[in-house]
């Protein structure tokens, strides 16, 4: 139950985009056509699960043990840049269509907040391993679910009659206020 | 000489607005808008990844030479990440009700990409004095930006600034201010005021 819970509060309740602000950069950037932002989101899906298996078994198994907690931020993010890596190779090699599906979006990645948010928060919230791996996959449903809203939006605005100095990140800024303020409507449906 | 000198106060001014981080480039978006629900906030965040700015910029222009290309993006990251451990321990040392506010959105300053959009652009290239320059004045716009929209959305949002009540009893704040809606509200209109005034500077 807990982790069904987990999820739902991932990706609705407290969205990593639209009330966390994690991952703007890609949200703003990669959200003009729906199919760029569905690729967009299932390769930050993807390496969010990752990330948060991996920097768990960092962080309980390799700096608590040895009471490293302060370099923390330092491994978080040399594990991920090499993570995004790794991913980016294995994935050529096993499943063609992925990667080119996935494309250039998956380099990246390295830069997108979103990941080591997602990091830091399991270890603040100090979740068990199969938490953090449900916390990975959910808010990284809940980044795609956000960002393809907002792909199919701007796809519409394109034909609207948008003042000249809102045109491009102006609008899109209001556009998500309003998105956030939709999905504000899920506040106090679970706290978890 | 004289044209030197302009130079190199240009060099500082750029990052407040022709160049700014934010509002021109759009860049570290995220800090910008989760912690301006007060002015106090943002002008915590923008203290501290000003620091994490300068202090790389300085290591990072000194050793500039020594830093092979290939693996520059990575020594940055480490470098940016060190300094963000000591701003994070300095804040919950000696600020420790700032430190809970901001959460972790200080270590987030690691994958700010001002910085590491400066490091590349600017500190790895150019001597120690003129990066300390370029840092200075962008973490100075960056600043200005927090404040600025921070103190917009607590005005609004709670009717007071830095913690004063500026609007009195009759004022009904607007809750949704401070909420994430009042961010990318508050963010929309400033950057489209800033290309507003600079159509019309442009026309003048």
């Known amino acids: 139950m807990k982790l069904i819970l987990i999820f739902i509060s991932a990706a609705v309740v407290n969205n990593f985009v639209l009330s966390y602000f994690l991952g703007i950069c890609p949200f703003v950037g990669v959200s003009k056509k729906i199919s760029s932002a569905v690729s967009m989101g299932m390769a930050v899906t993807f390496v969010m699960t990752i990330a948060a298996v991996v920097t768990w078994l960092i962080y309980h198994l390799i700096l608590v043990p040895a009471s490293l907690e302060i370099l923390e931020y330092v491994s978080f993010i040399l594990v991920i840049a090499s993570l995004v890596q790794l991913v980016e190779m294995f994935v050529r090699k096993i499943s063609k269509p992925l990667y080119d599906a996935l494309g250039i979006y998956l380099p990246l990645i390295t830069t997108n907040c979103a990941i080591l948010g997602l990091a830091l928060f399991a270890v603040l919230r100090d979740y068990a391993f199969i938490e953090s791996l449900v916390f990975g996959v959910g808010a990284g449903a809940g980044f795609t679910l956000a960002i393809t809203i907002m792909a199919g939006i701007r796809e519409q605005l394109e034909l609207a009659k948008v003042p000249k100095s809102f045109e491009g990140a102006g609008i899109t800024m209001i556009v998500a206020a309003a998105l956030a303020l939709a999905f504000m409507g899920f506040a106090g449906l679970i706290s978890v | ?204």
């Open chain 2, 1 to 204: 000489m004289a044209d030197k000198k302009v130079s190199i106060t240009r060099e500082y001014l750029k990052g407040l607005w022709d160049e700014n981080p934010v509002l021109r480039s759009l860049l570290g978006l995220c800090p910008v808008l989760a912690v301006t629900n007060s002015a106090i906030n943002g002008l915590a965040m923008g203290l501290a990844t000003t620091f994490v700015l300068l202090t790389s910029s300085i290591i990072i222009s000194l050793v500039r030479k020594v830093i092979p290309h290939q693996v520059r993006i990575a020594s940055f990251i480490v470098i940016i990440a060190t300094f963000v451990t000591v701003a994070d321990r300095f804040l919950a040392a000696y600020f420790p009700p700032i430190s809970k506010d901001l959460g972790p959105y200080v270590p987030l300053i690691v994958v700010n990409c001002i910085i590491l959009g400066r490091q590349e652009a600017f500190s790895s290239r150019n001597s120690l004095g003129r990066s300390i320059l370029d840092s200075s004045g962008m973490g100075t716009g960056f600043i200005l930006v927090l404040i600025l929209l921070g103190g917009f959305r607590e005005i609004f949002g709670s009717g007071t600034f830095f913690g004063m009540t500026v609007l009195g009893e009759w004022f009904d704040p607007w809750m949704v201010m401070i909420l994430p809606p009042g961010a990318f509200l508050g963010l929309g209109l400033f950057i489209g005021l800033t290309n507003w005034i600079n159509a019309w500077r442009a026309k003048a």
